[in-house]
């Protein structure tokens, strides 16, 4: 019987105790039946569809083996966990990564069986290191700690730093590495080489030369092998390496058929795709890679996603996939700066987070020309809090030398993304996630600066990025109360420009609007550089944001005309 649209069909138990009780042939109904339902909710409401259809029979047969939550189930990335979430209890997938609704990612508040909530790869395997160790030091046996991760964030440094520290220990840490061959796109490069040599049953094991038991190849899919290799990988008390092969998008055809990502991410059905910022930048990319063969484009195994993908087809020898692996991105592109060319790093904001130090001293410190270009900069939405991009201007405004432009539509985009690359040191170049709109044109130039409307000095509305509509609608409501409002866009916003700080001075009120988090915002550089004037900055708060629509976070903390407007004229006050 197909599950309902809504849930799994009533009274289809399927918690861990009912699990441990079926033989294998009401699993494996068990097993289509979620099939089914992740291929009717998630193609609604939108979500990590391929994923999660490769982890049925491993989820089952890791709740069948492990006791969770005493025996913890980690998952790397977290956003193949929606199957965890229906065996614990969570199975009307009709809030799915809404607001207020079920996470895409594993959630301590919504169960006891969830742990890591942070989305960024490769960290799994050192929480487990940390919690085996926290066993030992508190003296608690008999307990397992249980990491599942992915073949693409096994790419990611922080996995080899810690199987570094867990291998040849005597503390009872099981990997379950779930190898689909595949990131978005097939991994490369010798990490997926070896995986391949052993899928294939033969070759030196690095796991075992690290001081794992290695146990594997196993079937994926099949759940008495996965549970006789579970089981095995339990007794033994010790670090413990089972190699599952599975099919990413495994038992519906389109995922597996789909040659670009498996339908790894799928939009809510219906969803119409208007032009996106991402494309504006994926096509500006190729002019500019069209008239300089000096420039180089990297990805962290996000090709699509960042908009790279026809870049890649026609300048094959100057695009670089480095695997999930940021850190070493950036300082790849130091080299690839010092050796005579023009890197362009195409990465989320939230992603180079994890790379900052090599942002700062291995770029910055040697004053290189490379470019950043930060998709998915400020709120991304149904992702969550550790998808928005809210911290890279905070953590830009730290480094010296480095420049950061918030292009406020397509054109500013592509007139801005020229200036960086011709830069003779860092740049970043950051826009959300979100249909790239309309132009807005400038009404003249100051420096840097382009004034978009002025009516008065009364107000200085400094527009930082995409929220020159919502500001100039806040002017419009402004100047019908009697307030003569300046809107400008400095497009350049770190670090703050003496034409800026000059235009600032000439007005009684300064207030700037940045898709942001307020700390450390690039409003807080212009309050520096006029101190005697009041700056009020208008981003996000130092919070956590939860997962909801972009449009709903963006409204939900004043980021519309009206609620602008309102926040000048109590400033006015
Ligand atoms: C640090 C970081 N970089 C990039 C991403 C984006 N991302 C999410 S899932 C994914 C691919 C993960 O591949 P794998 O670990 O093999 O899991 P699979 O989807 O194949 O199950 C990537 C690159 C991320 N979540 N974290
Ligand atoms: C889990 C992960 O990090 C990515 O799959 C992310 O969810 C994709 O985000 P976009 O949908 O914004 O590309
Ligand atoms: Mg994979």
Redesign the pocket.
């Known amino acids: 019987m197909s599950a309902t649209a809504a849930a799994l069909q009533p009274g289809l138990a399927c918690d861990p105790a009912t699990l441990r009780s079926m033989g294998y042939p009401r699993l494996r109904a068990v097993a289509g039946d979620i099939r089914q339902f992740l291929i009717e909710n998630v193609c609604r409401n939108g979500g ?1 569809l391929g ?1 999660n259809l490769g982890v049925v029979e491993l989820t089952l047969a890791l709740h069948r083996v492990f006791r969770s939550p005493r025996d913890r189930i980690l998952f790397d ?3 193949q966990a929606y199957v965890h979430k229906i065996v614990t209890g969570r199975q009307d997938f009709t809030s799915l990564r809404l607001r207020d609704g079920l996470s ?2 594993p959630s301590q508040a919504e169960s006891v069986h969830d742990i890591i909530e942070n ?3 490769s960290t799994a395997l050192s929480y487990a290191d940390g919690f085996a160790k926290a066993d030992e030091v508190r003296e608690i046996a008999g307990r397992t700690t249980v990491a599942v991760v992915g073949d693409g964030a096994l790419t990611g440094g922080m996995c080899w730093e810690a199987l570094n520290n867990i291998g040849g220990s005597s503390r009872p840490v099981v990997v379950v590495l779930n190898d689909n061959g595949r990131s ?1 796109a097939a991994t490369s490069g010798g990490i997926a080489d070896h995986l391949a040599d052993l899928r294939m049953g033969y070759g030196p094991n690095v796991f075992e030369e690290l001081g794992f038991v290695y146990i594997g190849p196993v079937d994926g899919h099949d759940l008495p092998a996965l549970e006789h290799a579970l089981r095995e990988a339990r007794s033994y008390r010790s670090p413990v390496v089972v190699h599952c092969v599975t099919v990413k998008g495994n038992g519906f055809a389109p995922a597996e058929a789909d040659a670009n990502d498996r339908m ?2 799928v ?1 809510p059905s219906g969803s119409q795709s208007k032009p996106t910022w991402t494309d504006v930048f994926a096509s500006e990319i190729v002019d500019i890679g069209a008239q300089r063969d000096d420039v180089v484009c990297l990805t962290a195994s ?1 090709l699509l ?1 960042t908009g790279l993908g026809e870049f890649a087809r026609r300048f094959p020898k100057r695009i670089f996939d480095v695997g999930i692996a940021e850190q070493h991105m950036v300082t790849s592109a130091a080299g690839l700066a010092m050796g005579g060319c023009h890197p362009v790093v195409a990465v ?1 904001s ?2 180079l987070n994890r790379a900052f130090d090599q942002v700062l001293m291995d770029v910055a410190l040697h004053r290189l020309p490379v470019t950043f270009v930060l ?2 900069a400020g709120i ?4 969550g809090a550790s ?1 928005h991009g809210v911290w890279d201007i905070g953590l830009m405004t730290a480094v010296p030398g480095l420049r950061l432009a918030a292009p406020r539509d397509p054109a500013q985009l592509r007139e801005l993304l020229r200036e960086a690359v011709v830069a003779t040191g860092p740049t970043v170049v950051r826009f959300p ?1 979100a249909s790239a709109g309309e132009s807005i044109e400038a009404i003249d130039r100051v420096g840097p600066v382009d004034i978009l409307r002025s009516t008065g000095t009364d107000v200085l509305l400094v527009s930082m990025g995409p929220v020159a509509e919502v500001c100039l609608e806040a002017a419009a409501l402004l100047e019908a109360e009697g307030v003569g409002v300046t809107v400008v866009d400095p497009r350049w916003i770190v670090p703050c420009s003496p034409a800026l700080a000059a235009l600032a001075r000439a007005h009684r009120k300064v207030f700037t609007v940045e898709d942001g988090g307020r700390e450390g915002s690039a409003g807080s550089l212009l309050a520096q550089a006029i101190p005697e004037i009041p700056v009020h900055t208008i981003g996000y708060p130092r919070a956590f944001i939860a997962h909801a629509s972009r449009q709903q976070i963006l409204e939900s903390h004043g980021f519309t005309g009206a609620a602008i407007a309102a926040t000048v004229l109590e400033g006015q006050a």
């Open positions: 990590h994923p990335t977290g956003h895409g990612y989305s960024h790869a978005y790894h991410a939009g996000m996603p989320y939230t992603f998709d998915r991304t939405g149904p992702d998808h996630k």
